[in-house]
Every structure is written in structure tokens, then in C-alpha cells.
């Protein structure tokens, strides 16, 4: 049984905190909670009968009691990689709730923590690597069903936020407070895949939106255009300001299409010929290569059923059961994803990676400190 401490004690951690208590998340015991607000602390203990579960004002203490084996960081983005840094420097294992942070630059220190401490598992919250749908388009790519890509478009505007979500707390919508916008908080989840399913690519060109139709200093819509190694295109189109939205996936490769729509609904055009070989060899003007078409369902693809699925994987992989989905190495490949459609926006000019993490503190600094 993996012993675990939350830090942080607001909204998302109470999430966490429900699914523990009603045995959607297994082998684990909420021991420990830390957080400066020790009149919520109670109340929350309280409120799901954690008696048993000891309460730390000062998270370092919580970290040298002994008392976890792993800690689940849940405080605001700033925090997050110093206190992974602490955790696995007291020999605590961590798993951090998205984003990784909000700097490139002092992401590139948990790489070499993690490295300092092999016998520890350090891993990002990205629950939407345990959807069944993303886990086949994976495979598929992985396994080149879809042949050589060629293009992929995201049309994620299913993020709708009202002026009272961003009111809700003062911090929310800000620079200060966030570190980013819609980037950065909802559609982290979705770059992260495209990290996942596609790699890193080497250029890209954003185009962020700031305050549209909402009192926020924070982009609340943003396009980007990207250029990977080989040839291959994406087009990245996210919207918090759209309801009811869309959330449709295209990736297109020489042998084939995937679509898949609201993370549940797939359609797979498979060619019967390789694209690229049909073009060298047909004859016809206007052409096209016949193809099979089928429909996939997946279920799964409630958010609570994913968090419990990744804390799941964090803590088996803490056991050494199996691999962790989503390393604190790969969740950072994303944020410097984030970093650079940032730098591209405010410069109004393509970026190349890696981008140099200095220099995006700085100019972040100057734009938004």
C-alpha cells in the first residue's frame, strides 16, 4: 500500500481526495495533507472522515515525517517543480497535477532531479494518456498503420469558461496567478498528446487571442501552426469563449485517416494503397485512392475515470508493477510546447526549438511581470 501526501488543499485536490475515499483510485492511503489554510485542512478532513489523516502547515515537514511514500502536488503552477524538487530530494516519489510548471528553465532542474534519483518515479497528472480512444490512435501511429503523416488538425473549442468561472477566484485569468491562459490550464491536456502521439515538432508559429469577450489578461483563444521533421504539418485551433464547441481530431497519413471526435468517436479510412505509391503510378487526372472505412466507439472518457486511471498508473508504477504513462521528462517536451507558442505570439515571428528557456523567462517577465 503506496502511502501518499496531497499538496494543496483546493478545489482539484479535493477531487483527488474524493476519489481515494470512494475507492475509484487503489492501492494507496491518504495519510497526509499539507497546506497553509489549516482551517479548510480540518474542514475537508472532516467532511470525508480522514481522521486518521495527519495535517501539515509546512510542506517540507509533511515531507520529513516519514509518513508518505509519495506526495500528489496540487498547489498553484508557480510551486509545482520546486516542490517536486523537495519531494524527491527527501526521497519522496511525485506526482504533479498539470501543468508541469510554468518555466521551461526550471523544468530543465527536474529533469536532472529525476535523474539524481533513479529509485524514484516523478510523473505529470496528464489523465488523457489513460482514454482508450488517444491509447489506439497511439498504436496506430506507433505501429504505422496510418503510414508516413502528413497533417494533423485539432479543433478543440469545447473549453467554454464564463466571466464567472474567471471572477470565481482573483488569480484565475491572470499571469501571476496562472503563468498562461488557455494553453497553459485546459488545452495543456490535448498539446501533451500531440507530444505524445507525435513528438516534438521543429518550428511554430502561434497566434494567441488575450481577453476576448471576458475581463482576463490571459489568452482565452489561440491557432498555431506547426512544422515537424519529414514534412509532416499541424494546425492547433483552441477557443474558451465558443459553446457548445468542438473537440475533433485528424490525423492523416500516406496510408490512411483517423477522425476522432469528443474523445469517444472514431472513423478509420484505411487506403489499400500506399498514397505516395498510387501517386507515382496513376494515370487518372483526378484520381483517388479507394479505401475501407470504419467506426470505432470508446468509452472512458469521463474525467474523473481518467484521473483515477493515471494516479493508478503513477501508483503501480511506484510499485514497480508497470511503466509510468506520462514521465516528468516527457510532460516538460509539452511546456516548452506552451513556452514557445508564447514566444512566437509575443514576437509575431516562427520559432524554432528548443527555445532558449532564458530568454522566454525574460521576455515572459517583460510581458507579463
Same mark, same amino acid.
Given at each position: 500500500?503506496v @502511502?501518499?501526501?496531497? *499538496?494543496?488543499?483546493?478545489?482539484?485536490?479535493?477531487?483527488?481526495?474524493k476519489?481515494?475515499?470512494?475507492?475509484r483510485?487503489?492501492?494507496c492511503?491518504?495519510?497526509a495533507v499539507?497546506s497553509?489554510n489549516?482551517q479548510?485542512?480540518?474542514?475537508?478532513?472532516?467532511?470525508?472522515?480522514?481522521? %486518521?489523516?495527519?495535517l501539515?502547515?509546512?510542506?517540507q515537514e509533511? /515531507?520529513?515525517?516519514?509518513?508518505i511514500?509519495? &506526495?500528489?502536488?496540487?498547489?498553484? +503552477?508557480?510551486?509545482h517543480? *520546486?516542490?517536486?524538487?523537495a519531494a524527491? #530530494?527527501?526521497?519522496? +516519489?511525485?506526482?504533479?497535477? !498539470?501543468p #508541469?510548471?510554468?518555466?521551461?528553465?526550471?523544468?530543465?532542474r527536474?529533469?536532472?532531479?529525476?535523474?539524481?534519483?533513479?529509485?524514484?518515479t516523478a510523473g505529470? /497528472?496528464?489523465? @488523457?494518456?489513460t482514454s482508450?480512444?488517444y @491509447?489506439?490512435? %497511439?498504436s496506430?501511429?506507433?505501429?504505422?498503420?496510418?503510414? !508516413?503523416?502528413k @497533417?494533423?488538425?485539432w479543433?478543440l473549442?469545447? /473549453?467554454?469558461r464564463t466571466? *464567472?468561472?474567471?471572477?470565481?477566484?482573483?488569480w484565475?485569468?491572470?499571469?501571476?496567478?496562472?503563468?498562461?491562459?488557455l494553453?497553459?490550464?485546459q488545452?495543456? +491536456?490535448?498539446?501533451?498528446?500531440?507530444?505524445?502521439l507525435?513528438?516534438?515538432?521543429?518550428?511554430?508559429q #502561434?497566434?494567441c487571442?488575450?481577453g $476576448?469577450?471576458?475581463?482576463?489578461e490571459?489568452?482565452?483563444?489561440? $491557432?498555431?501552426?506547426m512544422w515537424?521533421p519529414?514534412?509532416?504539418? &499541424?494546425q492547433?485551433?483552441?477557443?474558451?469563449?465558443?459553446?457548445?464547441?468542438?473537440?475533433?481530431?485528424?490525423?492523416?497519413?500516406?496510408?490512411?485517416q483517423?477522425?476522432?471526435?469528443?474523445?469517444?468517436?472514431?472513423?478509420w479510412?484505411?487506403?489499400?494503397?500506399?498514397?505516395?505509391?498510387?501517386?507515382?503510378?496513376?494515370?487518372?487526372?483526378?484520381?483517388? &485512392?479507394?479505401?475501407?472505412?470504419?467506426?470505432?466507439?470508446?468509452?472512458?472518457a469521463?474525467?474523473?475515470?481518467q484521473?483515477?486511471a493515471? $494516479?493508478d498508473?503513477?501508483?503501480?508504477a &511506484?510499485?514497480?508493477k508497470?511503466?509510468?504513462?506520462?514521465?516528468?521528462?516527457? *510532460?516538460? =517536451?509539452?511546456? =516548452?510546447?506552451?513556452?514557445?507558442?508564447?514566444?512566437?505570439?509575443?514576437?509575431g515571428e516562427?520559432?524554432?526549438f528548443?527555445?532558449d #528557456?532564458?530568454?522566454?523567462?525574460?521576455?515572459?517577465?517583460? +510581458?507579463?511581470?
Amino acid at each position: 500500500m503506496v @502511502r501518499i501526501g496531497i *499538496a494543496g488543499i483546493g478545489y482539484i485536490a479535493e477531487e483527488y481526495i474524493k476519489l481515494i475515499v470512494k475507492q475509484r483510485i487503489t492501492g494507496c492511503s491518504l495519510c497526509a495533507v499539507s497546506s497553509r489554510n489549516l482551517q479548510h485542512m480540518e474542514t475537508v478532513r472532516k467532511k470525508y472522515g480522514l481522521e %486518521q489523516t495527519a495535517l501539515f502547515t509546512d510542506y517540507q515537514e509533511m /515531507l520529513d515525517s516519514g509518513c508518505i511514500d509519495a &506526495v500528489l502536488i496540487c498547489t498553484p +503552477h508557480f510551486f509545482h517543480i *520546486a516542490m517536486a524538487e523537495a519531494a524527491l #530530494a527527501a526521497g519522496v +516519489h511525485v506526482l504533479i497535477e !498539470k501543468p #508541469a510548471g510554468v518555466f521551461t528553465e526550471e523544468g530543465e532542474r527536474i529533469v536532472q532531479s529525476v535523474k539524481s534519483h533513479p529509485e524514484l518515479t516523478a510523473g505529470v /497528472l496528464y489523465c @488523457r494518456r489513460t482514454s482508450k480512444a488517444y @491509447r489506439r490512435v %497511439q498504436s496506430m501511429v506507433a505501429s504505422r498503420d496510418l503510414g !508516413k503523416i502528413k @497533417r494533423a488538425s485539432w479543433l478543440l473549442t469545447n /473549453l467554454y469558461r464564463t466571466p *464567472a468561472y474567471y471572477n470565481a477566484q482573483e488569480w484565475k485569468g491572470t499571469w501571476k496567478g496562472e503563468g498562461g491562459g488557455l494553453l497553459l490550464t485546459q488545452a495543456s +491536456h490535448q498539446l501533451d498528446l500531440l507530444v505524445w502521439l507525435l513528438g516534438m515538432p521543429e518550428e511554430l508559429q #502561434a497566434f494567441c487571442s488575450y481577453g $476576448v469577450e471576458r475581463q482576463i489578461e490571459v489568452e482565452n483563444e489561440a $491557432v498555431i501552426q506547426m512544422w515537424y521533421p519529414g514534412g509532416a504539418t &499541424v494546425q492547433f485551433i483552441a477557443s474558451a469563449r465558443e459553446c457548445p464547441g468542438t473537440n475533433r481530431l485528424e490525423i492523416s497519413g500516406s496510408r490512411g485517416q483517423i477522425i476522432l471526435e469528443n474523445d469517444r468517436h472514431m472513423i478509420w479510412r484505411r487506403l489499400e494503397q500506399d498514397e505516395r505509391e498510387y501517386a507515382e503510378s496513376s494515370r487518372e487526372v483526378y484520381g483517388t &485512392v479507394p479505401y475501407t472505412e470504419r467506426t470505432l466507439e470508446f468509452d472512458g472518457a469521463e474525467n474523473t475515470v481518467q484521473q483515477a486511471a493515471i $494516479v493508478d498508473n503513477v501508483i503501480r508504477a &511506484v510499485q514497480g508493477k508497470e511503466q509510468i504513462l506520462c514521465p516528468a521528462e516527457e *510532460a516538460l =517536451q509539452s511546456l =516548452q510546447m506552451i513556452n514557445g507558442a508564447y514566444l512566437s505570439s509575443w514576437r509575431g515571428e516562427k520559432i524554432r526549438f528548443p527555445i532558449d #528557456a532564458t530568454e522566454y523567462r525574460k521576455e515572459w517577465e517583460r +510581458h507579463c511581470g
